[in-house]
């Protein structure tokens, strides 16, 4: 399994970006999607997932009502939409597949990661 992550990049305060997460190598609706970040001096933390019939997606608190994570099984790719950006979402982004349901543990493939600057 391959991920590639795209779409990072810099943006002020309050601005949008997507990123987008490209799958392959297996069968992309088998898995669970997810998307995590790692600030500067910081553990990876968890930021949203979804089921792999988009049925369900989960968020960080501290991102509900800003970002949405979404997926689209034909072009194998999930994608991770953030408005309202905040300086304190600045980190590295990384795409898992295969999260877990219950307790968000990630699953063992990962992109490479895609930097988000929110800076004025």
């Known amino acids: 399994v391959e991920l590639v992550e795209s779409g990072g990049g810099s943006v002020q305060p309050g601005g949008s970006l997507r990123l987008s997460c490209r799958f392959s190598?297996?069968?992309?609706?088998?898995?669970?999607m997810a998307w995590f970040r790692q600030a500067p001096g910081k553990e990876r933390e968890f930021v949203a997932d979804?089921?792999?019939?988009?049925?369900?997606?989960r968020y960080a608190d501290s991102v509900k009502g800003r970002f949405t994570i979404s997926r689209d099984n034909a072009k194998s790719t999930a994608y991770l939409q953030m408005h309202s950006l905040k300086r304190e979402d600045t980190a590295v982004y990384y795409c898992?597949?295969?999260?877990?349901?219950?307790?968000?543990?990630?699953?063992?493939?990962w992109g490479q990661g895609t930097q988000v600057t929110v800076s004025s």
């Open positions: 190598g297996d069968i992309f609706g088998g898995y669970n």
């Open positions: 979804i089921t792999w019939s988009a049925d369900d997606t």
């Open positions: 898992n597949a295969g999260v877990h349901p219950e307790t968000k543990a990630p699953g063992v493939y």
